[in-house]
């Protein structure tokens, strides 16, 4: 390859485009022959030109410039581009073109499409941990039991895998009742108790306590009487 060409084609640079504009430009209503204009404007501003006529866009472009023409009034109507007025320091009037808009609607959009995501994740965690309850009694929850499980999430602000650990720890201690499991998560929120690996190790610190207490107590006691170590939450 030529190296003046080569040159001539690195000079030509690169411009920044948020991906979030290619991914999100259908929640905008924005079809791709808007797209292209809208990505040739952030071309010209990125080089300095404010104010590219509609005949220079279209000489980028597949479209003439009167269709250009009107695709510009149609971004600026549906208020995705903004032409903005105002006097230079030397009194000349100027205008240019302003993508602003353009970037605080995207913004409010992926910012929506999170949300909505997030609450698509908490439904269906909210499906599963009543899905992990109901498997685990062995019927269906009443609707007490259901209030329950919202409170603990809404009001009480457990996380659910916290909740499914304290169920999971009801069945290991053989106390499968909502008062019990309730106790287990006041304790947990008591000693400051938020994750996974911390609800494990406590438990674990627990039971190797109770399981020492016990071994003591069956030295004390008949030889053919057997004791089974047990942390009983609700005593705490």
């Not at 109901?134 to 009001?155: A, Q, Y």
Request: glycine share 4%.
């Amino acid at each position: 390859m030529n190296k003046t060409i080569f040159l001539k084609w690195l000079q030509e640079g690169n411009i920044n485009i948020p991906s979030t504009l290619l991914t999100h430009y259908k929640y905008l209503k924005i079809n791709e022959k808007e797209l292209v204009l809208l990505l040739q404007i952030h071309y010209y501003l990125e080089r300095g030109n404010d104010f590219p006529t509609p005949s220079e866009i279209a000489d980028q472009m597949t479209l003439d410039s009167m269709e250009c023409r009107e695709l510009l009034s149609q971004l600026i109507r549906k208020g995705f581009i903004e032409i903005i007025e105002g006097n230079s320091d030397t009194g000349i009037r100027f205008e240019r073109y302003s993508l602003e808009p353009l970037w605080n609607k995207l913004i409010e959009q992926f910012l929506l499409n999170n949300k909505k995501e997030e609450a698509a994740l908490n439904e269906k965690e909210e499906s599963d941990l009543y899905t992990c309850f109901e498997h685990e009694f062995g019927r269906p929850l009443s609707p007490f039991e259901i209030e329950t499980l919202n409170m603990w999430v809404d009001d009480d602000q457990h996380e659910m895998a916290i909740i499914k650990a304290a169920l999971r720890e009801a069945v290991v201690s053989g106390k499968l009742n909502f008062r019990y499991i309730d106790r287990i998560l006041f304790e947990w929120k008591k000693n400051g108790i938020k994750t996974l690996e911390q609800a494990k190790n406590h438990g674990k610190k627990f039971r190797q306590h109770q399981t020492t207490g016990y071994k003591i107590e069956q030295r004390e006691e008949a030889p053919n009487k057997k004791a089974v170590p047990f942390y009983n939450w609700l005593d705490q």
